[in-house]
T-cell receptor, first 112, second 111 residues
Framework: SQQGEEDPQALSIQEGENATMNCSYKTSINNLQWYRQNSGRGLVHLILIRSNEREKHSGRLRVTLDTSKKSSSLLITASRAADTASYFCATDDSDSNYQLIWGAGTKLIIKP | KAGVTQTPRYLIKTRGQQVTLSCSPISGHRSVSWYQQTPGQGLQFLFEYFSETQRNKGNFPGRFSGRQFSNSRSEMNVSTLELGDSALYLC??????????FGSGTRLTVV
């Protein structure tokens, strides 16, 4: 079963612009992770934010977590064509017992 | 370092057949998880192994099974294939279950 929803389902922006994707989840979590997937291939781990963290940065990525609203956002700054991919959030909640529960993903298209 | 290796990359099988997929985790990673990805259901958890023990299993029928060997390599088996089993099967390994490294997947088509 899927934990939550991602918003928007699809996003198309110009190269150089910032892209923001949102993820909502349902249960209490230990951590939330963001992954990227190119064209139905394997998933690449981008960033992990723990439940006691509110913001985390990694290069051009900025992730926020609001546990009171059970939501997270992923910001990609200065987007590049190579950022075109699907982005998924996954939660590791206290009851999940070694499994990740996934959102439906946001398909991001960067136009040159 | 070598990543997670899944074999084969592509597979076409006929309904009723069985299939075995293989996953070699990153050296030193003892946790191996399997996920099924389909356009309709998204990513769904199949099972997770640690040191040859299955620690958790998702909500899939008994036709889906797996195992892990002493070298942490893992296999999953699907018996009596159905058309709905067509999917991308992803394997992930982890050292400590904080952040997973995924393989490129095996795309299974059942005809």
């Amino acid at each position: 079963s899927q934990q939550g929803e991602e918003d928007p389902q699809a996003l198309s922006i110009q190269e150089g612009e910032n892209a923001t994707m949102n993820c909502s989840y349902k249960t209490s979590i230990n951590n939330l992770q963001w992954y990227r997937q190119n064209s139905g291939r394997g998933l690449v781990h981008l960033i992990l934010i723990r439940s006691n963290e509110r913001e985390k940065h990694s290069g051009r990525l900025r992730v926020t977590l609001d546990t009171s609203k059970k939501s997270s956002s992923l910001l990609i700054t200065a987007s590049r064509a190579a950022d075109t991919a699907s982005y998924f959030c996954a939660t590791d909640d206290s009851d999940s017992n070694y499994q990740l529960i996934w959102g439906a993903g946001t398909k991001l298209i960067i136009k040159p | 370092k070598a990543g997670v290796t899944q074999t084969p990359r592509y597979l076409i099988k006929t309904r009723g057949q069985q299939v075995t997929l293989s996953c070699s985790p990153i050296s030193g990673h003892r946790s191996v998880s399997w996920y099924q990805q389909t356009p309709g259901q998204g990513l769904q958890f199949l099972f997770e192994y640690f040191s040859e023990t299955q620690r958790n299993k998702g909500n899939f029928p008994g036709r889906f099974s797996g195992r892990q060997f002493s070298n942490s390599r893992s296999e999953m088996n699907v018996s009596t294939l159905e058309l709905g089993d067509s999917a991308l099967y992803l394997c992930a390994s982890s050292r400590d279950n904080y952040g997973y490294t995924f393989g490129s997947g095996t795309r299974l088509t059942v005809v």
